[in-house]
T-cell receptor
């Protein structure tokens, strides 16, 4: 089967750096994605890593280590608007279109 | 246009009603998805359409019936729902299927469904 694990909650202060980890178990691997979802909103794509290493997009970076079946999302210079749920996700086995989401990490940014 | 639209935003229906949810995208995406999301939970895949053909049905009860009239539209027909079907229903689209290049999914704002 396929599963992903991520912490359920993380709290940090404005201006800080926070790292949200994700470990996965998959029968094949086609990349790790991250999505952000604000309360009452739709998930929004943040990043996708297919190869090992760090991908940077502005204040957000995502890292992947395929040998460790591990990735993380790094958020820098936290702002109040970053308070949201963050989901890691992997494609299901085979090119079926299925995306399997982790349970989500609720990030609370405090002043 | 990089938007997925969904109508209605909110829907309240009785268990004997028939209603439809609509989803539209004009990004030329060839894959479209229906998800169900309960509060504080991740989106749960229901159906995948690829090139207007149903490619995945995640063992969804037959009271949910998807339809893809053309490459831009996706409907979800609802009939004889149960109160436990109350949830946020999200539509998404992507250029490629998950795992392929360009497979990031664009989500619509969702329809919040309440079944009485």
């Amino acid at each position: 089967g396929q599963s992903l694990e991520q912490p359920s909650e993380v709290t940090a202060v404005e201006g800080a750096i926070v790292q949200i980890n994700c470990t996965y178990q998959t029968s094949g691997f086609y990349g790790l994605s991250w999505y952000q979802q604000h309360d009452g909103g739709a998930p929004t794509f943040l990043s996708y890593n297919a190869l090992d290493g760090l991908e940077e997009t502005g204040r957000f970076s995502s890292f992947l280590s395929r040998s460790d079946s591990y990735g993380y999302l790094l958020l820098q210079e936290l702002q109040m608007k970053d308070s949201a749920s963050y989901f890691c996700a992997v494609p299901g086995s085979g090119n079926t279109g299925k995306l399997i989401f982790g349970q989500g990490t609720t990030l609370q940014v405090k002043p | 246009d990089t938007e997925v639209t969904q109508t209605p935003k909110h829907l309240v229906m009785g268990m004997t009603n028939k209603k439809s949810l609509k989803c539209e995208q004009h990004m030329g995406h060839r894959a479209m998805y229906w998800y169900k999301q309960k509060a504080k939970k991740p989106p749960e895949l229901m159906f995948v359409y690829s090139y207007e053909k149903l490619s995945i049905n995640e063992s969804v009860p037959s009271r949910f019936s998807p339809e893809c009239p053309n490459s831009s539209l996706l409907n979800l027909h609802l009939h004889a729902l149960q109160p436990e079907d109350s949830a946020l229903y999200l539509c998404a689209s992507s250029q490629g299927l998950a795992g392929a290049p360009g497979s990031e999914q664009f989500f619509g704002p969702g329809t919040r469904l309440t079944v009485l």
